[in-house]
C-alpha cells in the first residue's frame, strides 16, 4: 500500500481512459486551435481592394492572408478574375470567398 502513495502512485495504478473521455478529449483540443475571425476596417478594406485591382489589371503577383478556422491560410499568386455578385475571387484557377481576406501584399 505504502508504494501506491508515492510519487505519482495513486494515479500511476488507474489508468483507465473510457473512449468517451478520449472523444471528449480530442474535441476539446480541437476546439482550442480554432482561430477567429479577424474583422477589416474600412481603411483596410480599401487597401485590400486597391492591391487586388493591381494585380488584376498589372498582373502583379499578390499575397493574401485567408480565414481558415483551423490554421493560417496564405494564397499567393496573380488575380485571374473578380466576381462581385458571387463575392469571390479567382488566384491561378482557384476560387476564394472575398469575406475571407484578412489582409494582403504585393510581392
Sequence with gaps: ???KLEGN???ESSR???PEHKVAINEHEKA???RE???LDEQEWENVARLV???LQQRHSITLRL???LEELTVAGIVDRVDQLKGRFMVDGEWFSIRDIEGAAIE
Excluded: A, I
Design 32 to 34: 482550442l486551435r480554432n
Design 53 to 55: 485591382t493591381e494585380s
Design 16 to 18: 483507465m481512459m473510457l
Design 37 to 39: 475571425r479577424v474583422e
Design 67 to 69: 480565414f481558415h478556422p
Design 1 to 3: 500500500m505504502r508504494k
Design 9 to 11: 502512485g495513486l494515479w
